[in-house]
């Protein structure tokens, strides 16, 4: 019940085009639902973050849908550059103190 | 510049050689953590301490150790007992004890010799 479900383990979208990145919870108690992008060698980064009580959230070129009856929720990437290419993972944190439970991750890459 | 730094970038231990991974951050958070990572396994949770002199187990503990003395270092410990230690380890913190918004430092990668 603690686990975060991610797919598709890997990713290859052309230049221009939408990548999208799925995550599955089973625990409702999660309530803080981020994207990190990870570069090869690198630390992960916070991308963009979203909790339940809105369905979507979309920050530049990067937006999350979420759907709390179906508990999922999404990360697209509109417009897809070569920079984009990383590992990206979604994580989820119960509320009241708990941690943040990753996904295994999905390795993107956008040809040119 | 504020940030967390870990060191040394790489490491190499021998067999049955205890080795300790740096962790300092100048953030002032309250909570730290280590993750390990593997190749498509994500980020699996050692140990995390929410406040100074305190931690708790995190998912894959075994084999590992760690102390939090002062509020911004954080060390980990690798025991001669975690017998597959070859892998990426990444330590975060966050500014509250509630694991949102962690904080990466830029990895230790280690290598058995």
């Known amino acids: 019940q603690q686990q975060v479900k991610q797919s598709p383990q890997s990713l290859i979208v052309q230049k221009g085009g939408i990548s999208i990145i799925n995550c599955a919870y089973e625990n409702t108690a999660f309530d803080y639902f981020p994207w990190y992008q990870q570069f090869p060698g690198k630390g992960p980064a916070l991308l963009i973050a979203i909790r339940p009580d809105v369905s979507e959230k979309k920050e530049g070129r990067f937006t999350i849908s979420f759907n709390k009856s179906a508990k999922q929720f999404s990360l697209h990437i509109m417009d897809s550059q070569p920079g984009d290419s990383a590992t990206y993972f979604c994580a989820a944190s119960p509320n009241q103190g708990g941690k943040l439970i990753f996904g295994q991750g999905t390795e993107l890459s956008v040809k040119p | 510049d504020g940030g967390i730094t870990q060191s040394p970038k790489y490491l190499f231990r021998k067999e049955g050689q205890n080795v300790t991974l740096s962790c300092e951050q100048n953030?002032?958070?309250?909570?730290m953590y280590w993750y390990r990572q593997d190749p498509g396994q994500g980020l699996r949770l050692i140990y995390y301490?929410?406040?100074?002199?305190?931690?708790q187990k995190g998912d894959i503990a075994e084999g590992y150790s760690v102390s939090r003395e002062k509020k911004e270092s954080f060390p980990l410990t690798v025991t001669s007992a975690q017998k597959n230690p070859t892998a990426f380890y990444l330590c975060a913190s966050s500014r509250q004890a509630d694991g949102e918004t962690q904080y990466f430092g830029p990895g230790t990668r280690l290598l058995v010799l």
């Open positions: 301490s929410q406040i100074v002199n305190d931690f």
């Open positions: 953030l002032n958070h309250d909570a």
